[in-house]
C-alpha cells in the first residue's frame, strides 16, 4: 500500500511540475493541483478499504450481560497496554481481575447460542487471566499466554462486540515460524504488545470490528 501512496505522490509531482515548465496558465495549473489533491485522498480510501470491517454476530445482547463481557474485554486490553508498556506487574493485577470477571460472568444472562459461543472459549480466556496473574516477573511468559488468549478474546469481541469499535492488529514478528501473532486494540495506532518499548510500531492493523 505504501508503494501505491507513493508512487500517486510522484505522479502527482510529476504532473504538478511538467505544467510549471510548460508555462500553464495559474488557473490552468490550480485545476491540475486540485486533481492531483483528489488522487491523494483516493489513495487513503484504498488504504482504508484494505482494513476489513467485521460485523459483530449477535445483536441481541442483554445489557447486563454486555457489560460483563464490556469488563473482561477492558481486563484484556489493559493487559494489552501494560505488555506494551513492559509492565509486568500492571499485566498481572488485570490478568488476576480478568480471571474473576470471567468466573463471576452470569451465563443465565446468555441465550443458548451466545452461551455455547461462551463457553467454547471460557477456558482458554481463564488460563490465559491465570497464567498472566500468576507471573508479574516473567513478561516473556505472559506474552507467550497472551498471545493464545488473543484469539480466543478475539472470538468473543466478535461474537459480543465491545461496546466500541476494535482492532484487530498482526505482528509477523513474534513466534515468526508460526506466522507471528494478532491482538486487539482500542486505538487504531499500533503500539505492539509483544516486544520491548523500542519495537512498539511493528505491525499492522487487519480488522476493524464494530
Ligand atoms: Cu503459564
Known amino acids: 500500500m505504501k508503494r501505491i501512496i507513493f508512487s500517486l505522490y510522484a505522479v502527482s509531482a510529476v504532473l504538478v511540475t511538467s505544467c510549471n515548465s510548460n508555462g500553464k496558465k495559474e488557473s490552468e495549473l490550480h485545476e491540475v ?13 484504498i488504504a482504508d478499504k484494505e482494513v476489513k470491517v467485521v460485523a459483530v454476530l449477535f445483536t441481541n445482547v442483554g445489557a447486563r450481560a454486555a457489560n460483563s463481557i464490556k469488563e473482561i474485554i477492558g481486563n484484556y486490553l489493559q493487559i494489552k497496554n501494560a505488555l ?11 490478568g488476576k481481575i480478568m480471571n474473576e470477571n470471567i468466573t463471576k460472568l452470569d451465563k443465565s444472562l446468555l441465550t443458548a447460542s451466545q452461551k455455547k459461543l461462551f463457553d467454547s472459549i ?3 480466556l481463564k488460563e490465559g487471566a491465570e497464567h498472566i496473574g500468576n507471573n508479574d516477573d516473567e513478561i516473556i511468559h505472559q506474552r507467550e499466554h497472551f498471545a493464545t488468549m488473543s484469539e ?21 514478528m513474534y513466534n515468526e515460524n508460526k ?13 505492539n504488545p509483544y ?5 512498539s510500531t511493528c505491525g499492522s492493523v487487519k480488522e476493524i470490528i464494530k
Open 179 to 191: 506466522g507471528g501473532a494478532m491482538w486487539l486494540s482500542e486505538i487504531k495506532a499500533v503500539n
Open 84 to 94: 506494551a508498556n513492559d509492565d509486568a506487574t500492571a499485566a498481572a493485577n488485570s
Open 195 to 199: 516486544f520491548d518499548t523500542a519495537m
Open 122 to 124: 471460557a477456558e482458554s
Open 152 to 172: 480466543a478474546v478475539y472470538l468473543l469481541v466478535k461474537a459480543f462486540g465491545a461496546g466500541k469499535p476494535i482492532y484487530q492488529d498482526h505482528c509477523p
Open 33 to 45: 493541483k486540485n486533481a492531483s489533491k483528489d488522487t491523494m485522498q483516493h489513495a487513503i480510501d
